[in-house]
């Protein structure tokens, strides 16, 4: 399975899927439900990925995503199921062997991990999500719950829609205002990664410790984009879980 690889811990399982029709016809591997993809083709993108990441497909975990802050705490592997259709878009856990994944197609997928409480979290961050501020929420449950600190964290932001071509109306110019670009035609382009950005940065996390993948969803045809595609397209999955020990 065609994937990018997030951070180079060994000791975790992360990253990004990629478009990849070795398997499937088109839209190949996809992570939900859509208009080109139906729950047979999804349930076997999710086995060619367990597959391809040593883990079991039951312990990869999901929710049903909603643009919204709502987050999602995984505390047993047997919680997984359940939570599956849960309106949430982000998911974190301290478990050793579940792989937390999120859904993408233009929006970012934002991959938290903390080395010292051994806790990660993976954040879907569409301009809804970043207008909510889903990663700060993320954050401070990280916080609350896990007694995980900002400047312990590190973050690795997926490829998504960029700046560069992102045209957006008058709706996320009025949240978002200070990431767009004005165009002559009145529209805006939206910097979705600088926004996150900005926003972990004012929750607490070191700049240093922030690896953002600036390729872009709609431009670059090794990734799916809702954008280019409309109900064409497929959807990746942005993941991350922590290897169980031997």
């Not at 065609?2 to 990629?18: H, K, Q, V, Y």
């Not at 049903?64 to 849960?86: F, K, L, T, W």
């Not at 009025?174 to 529209?187: N, S």
Request: glycine share 8%.
């Amino acid at each position: 399975m065609n994937i990018t690889r997030a951070f180079s811990d060994p000791e975790l399982i992360s990253g990004m899927t990629l478009v990849d029709t070795h398997e499937l016809p088109w839209p190949g591997a996809t992570f939900s439900i859509s208009q080109a993809s139906q729950a047979p083709d999804v349930a076997r993108s999710y086995e060619l990925l367990a597959s391809a990441l040593g883990v079991a497909r039951r312990h990869i975990a999901t929710v049903h995503q909603v643009h919204g802050a709502e987050v999602v705490c995984i505390d047993d592997p047997d919680s997984i199921a359940m939570n599956q259709e849960r309106q949430a878009d982000a998911l974190i856990t301290s478990c050793r062997g579940v792989v937390l994944g999120v859904k993408l197609a233009d929006c970012c997928g934002v991959l938290l991990h903390d080395p010292v409480r051994e806790v990660v979290a993976a954040i879907h961050s569409g301009w809804r999500g970043t207008a909510a501020n889903i990663t700060a929420h993320a954050i401070t449950l990280l916080a609350g719950r896990y007694g995980c600190m900002a400047s312990d964290l590190q973050a690795w932001l997926s490829p998504c829609a960029s700046g560069r071509v992102y045209e957006v109306g008058a709706d996320v110019h009025e949240v978002l205002g200070r990431y767009c670009r004005p165009r002559a035609d009145g529209k805006w382009l939206f910097d979705n990664h600088r926004a996150i950005v900005d926003q972990l940065v004012s929750s607490g996390v070191l700049q240093r410790r922030i690896s953002v993948d600036e390729m872009c969803t709609i431009t670059d045809l090794r990734y799916h984009s809702y954008r280019r595609d409309r109900g064409r397209s497929g959807r990746m999955l942005a993941f991350i879980g922590m290897r169980e020990k031997p």
